[in-house]
């Protein structure tokens, strides 16, 4: 089951240049979603993909780091695309964001080789009891959108030069890698991401390219021993998060 590291269950949740409505969305906002949305490669994006778009969160945020990128949104879920649809129009950047309530494998075959980058913030759990709330499995669990399928989604829709970026807990994104290996991805840059120093890592910030590139590694930790942000965290989002503590 997937628990973002730091979750807010308030209907509005705002950030320093836009809000996000978040009352019917199965997930709220949480610390993977910002963390990918701050951390991925947006240098050379003119057209990006945000697959599982929930909220729109990550669309938001990649409009923002960017002056003229044109953000495209997809999600299955009807609501996730209302409220994504929603903050998006009352963004800054509502002209450059446009949101598909469609499943990315239905996207690809219309979308071929349109994007210099696809980044997801995906559901990775795929075993166990399915609970009764049908809207959080679709998010939380790989029955709608097998790591399989966003590789393959991502092979038709990226540029030759284009990049696929994730954030997964810390052994999944390792499965993932291997996975993307086999559907030609290489993997060009990864963050390991631990909530404390005394901690394990337990997320992995990845991102792949279609040809061979030198291999950028680095870590983060989001805490200090007084449950602080540390310096890098605060770095990685002060363009975003109000509150820097």
Sequence with gaps: MKTPLKSHRTHVFRFKHFAIKQETCPMKVGTDGVLLGAWVDMQQVSRALDVGTGTGLIALMLAQRSEQAIIEAVDIDGAACAEAQHNATASPWASRIHVHHM?????????????????????F??????????DRNVVR????????????????????????????????GLRFGELAATYGFFLCR???????????????????SRDVRPLQESTLTLHDAH???????????????????
């Design 103 to 123: 499943a990315v494998q239905d996207l690809a075959p219309k979308k071929i080789a349109q994007f210099d980058l696809v980044v997801s913030n995906p559901p």
């Design 125 to 134: 759990f795929s075993g166990g009891v399915l609970s009764s709330y049908q």
């Design 141 to 172: 669990h790989t029955v709608k959108l097998p790591h399989g399928d966003l590789l393959a989604a991502a092979r038709t829709m990226l540029r030759p030069q284009g990049r696929l970026a994730v954030i997964l807990p810390y052994l999944e």
């Design 190 to 208: 990864r963050t390991k991401v631990r909530p404390k120093p005394a901690q394990p890592f337990h997320r992995l910030l990845l991102e792949f």
């Design 227 to 245: 449950n602080h942000r540390t310096k890098d965290y605060i770095k990685l989002t002060e363009n975003f998060y109000i509150d820097p503590i």
